[in-house]
């Protein structure tokens, strides 16, 4: 169920949100009815949940002036340091509990999320809303934190308390993705086998398909029969949703 959390900020509801995936991915959902939300220490950039260089600098010198009341010398910096590298290594330690589902923020289509995540012949984007996102995890029983991910490479002063504000953050060479995260925090005090799951590392998460579901977008890169295929599967389904072959390839103007 989306559960509000103070460091996930929210967007407007008509918000569309867009993801972009393989056929073989949609129908995994189908037959799932379930999102794959992967571990945060499995995905492709290495610094994802992790702190930057400076804000640990930052912490070290609101450490050392906590220690030594106003007095910075070399055995308070030392104990200082030391105290936020090691709450920095649980933190480190806390991205193989983290989970994410990711969604990519636009009014329209993206020629670039079609490259990158739905590239070759049988790719499709489902488009939905933040407010169809959020309320499709109802009948979920896991709590479910989503908002919008900010774009710094300087970061900010980042609380190493336990909160997430670190997987909301990404270097400005991904803000092109104009990302919303879903995350689900796995209980650390609770015994959890991820061989059971996903070979990516991850869990799978229940959906009401048709509340997330507004329409289905077929690749400009598939052919037209590809939609007759969507059409027939979404039947078996019973997913009546609008199905629209995307057009970012074709213009009225040019």
Not at 152 to 177: I, Q, V
Not at 201 to 226: A, H, N
Request: with cysteine.
């Amino acid at each position: 169920m989306f559960k509000p959390h103070e460091d996930f900020v929210q967007i407007d509801d008509a918000a569309i949100l867009w993801r972009y995936q393989d056929l073989p991915r949609y129908l995994d959902l189908l037959l799932k009815q379930q999102l794959f939300f992967c571990r945060a220490d499995r995905f492709e950039d290495p610094f994802e949940g992790k702190y930057p260089i400076e804000v640990k600098e930052e912490l070290v010198k609101e450490q050392v002036a906590e220690m030594g009341n106003g007095e910075a010398n070399e055995a308070v910096v030392q104990r200082a340091k030391q105290q936020v590298e090691k709450l920095t290594e649980e933190h480190i330690a806390k991205r193989t509990f983290v989970t994410i589902n990711s969604w990519h923020w636009n009014d329209v289509e993206n020629y670039a999320m079609w490259k990158i995540y739905a590239k070759g012949t049988y790719g499709l984007a489902i488009q939905t809303t933040y407010e169809r996102l959020k309320k499709c995890f109802d009948k979920a029983v896991q709590p479910i934190f989503i908002g919008k991910v900010d774009y710094d490479d300087d970061g900010e002063a980042f609380l190493l308390n336990g909160s997430l504000k670190p997987f909301l953050h990404k270097r400005k060479m991904y803000a092109y993705e104009t990302e919303v995260r879903c995350c689900y925090v796995l209980p650390e005090d609770k015994t959890f086998s991820w061989q059971a799951q996903d070979t990516n590392d991850g869990v799978f998460i229940d959906v009401d398909l048709d509340t997330l579901i507004e329409r289905i977008y077929i690749s400009p890169y598939s052919p037209k029969w590809i939609l007759d295929i969507v059409a027939g599967i979404n039947e078996k389904f019973n997913i009546r949703k609008e199905i629209v072959h995307s057009a970012v390839l074709d213009s009225a103007e040019y």
